[in-house]
């Protein structure tokens, strides 16, 4: 099994709402990651969760809150969003490997518009 | 910090021909190169990769050569076919020492292979 899965696939909120995104795998990867992806650009590193610890936040607004439940669950919480914020949000993970970089495994994405 | 170059930013082809994506990055200390596979709606997915002791790898129809020295890398896709047509990027990392992948990525190139 070499999948990520995230739901949900679509997801349109209103500026008050609070919402989350859900990521799952189960292939024993230790690193998990959270990316923003606008139309026709890369993705943007957002978290990097190492061994369900925040290891990593790039400057991200305060308005997405990641959690990591355990070593197979990542979570996105939504509250507050503005419309610059409709983007496909993916999740990755990859093994954690000391002194190594492998490759990340990436998810389907997570369409959200914030209207 | 990393900072990778891709060119062109599309690409047209026609069914069969070869199609040749190209990436420099400036750290030299890079020593891990993915090429992801985007597809309309999709997540990532790597396709190759290649570390910087290897100066070549091949996957089929797939080819990535790395070239340390003047720090520039490029997938070869030879025979392509019109499912070949997506975006392709390019990516850069170096041992972050937390063991954690974290690639800078270029900005995509958009490959359309024609019937």
């Known amino acids: 099994d070499t999948e990520v899965t995230q739901t949900p696939k679509h997801l349109v909120m209103g500026m008050t709402n609070k919402k989350s995104l859900k990521c799952e795998q189960h292939?024993?990867?230790?690193?998990m990651y959270w990316y923003k992806q606008k139309a026709k650009k890369p993705p943007e590193l957002m978290f990097v969760?190492?061994?369900?610890?925040?290891?990593i936040n790039e400057s991200v607004p305060s308005r997405f809150s990641p959690e990591c439940p355990n070593s197979s669950l990542l979570n996105l919480h939504l509250h507050a969003l503005q419309p610059e914020d409709s983007a496909l949000y993916l999740c990755?993970?990859?093994?954690?490997?000391?002194?190594?970089?492998?490759?990340?495994?990436f998810g389907q994405g997570t369409r959200l518009t914030v209207v | 910090g990393e900072n990778v170059e891709q060119h062109p930013s599309t690409l047209s082809v026609q069914e069969g021909d070869s199609a040749v994506i190209k990436c420099t990055y400036s750290?030299?200390?890079?020593?891990?190169f993915p090429w992801y596979k985007q597809e309309l709606g999709k997540g990532p997915q790597l396709i190759i990769d290649?570390?910087?002791?290897?100066g070549e790898k091949k996957d089929q129809r797939i080819a990535v050569t790395l070239n340390k020295t003047a720090k520039h890398f490029s997938l070869h896709i030879t025979e392509t076919q019109p499912e070949d047509s997506a975006v392709y990027f390019c990516?850069?990392?170096?041992?972050?020492?937390?063991?954690?992948?974290?690639?800078?990525f270029g900005r995509g190139t958009s490959l359309i292979v024609h019937p």
């Open positions: 990755a993970s990859s093994q954690f490997t000391e002194g190594r970089d492998t490759e990340a495994f």
């Open positions: 292939m024993g990867h230790r690193a």
């Open positions: 969760y190492s061994y369900e610890k925040l290891s």
């Open positions: 750290d030299s200390a890079s020593n891990y």
């Open positions: 290649i570390r910087s002791n290897v």
């Open positions: 990516a850069a990392s170096r041992d972050q020492g937390g063991g954690s992948y974290i690639p800078t």
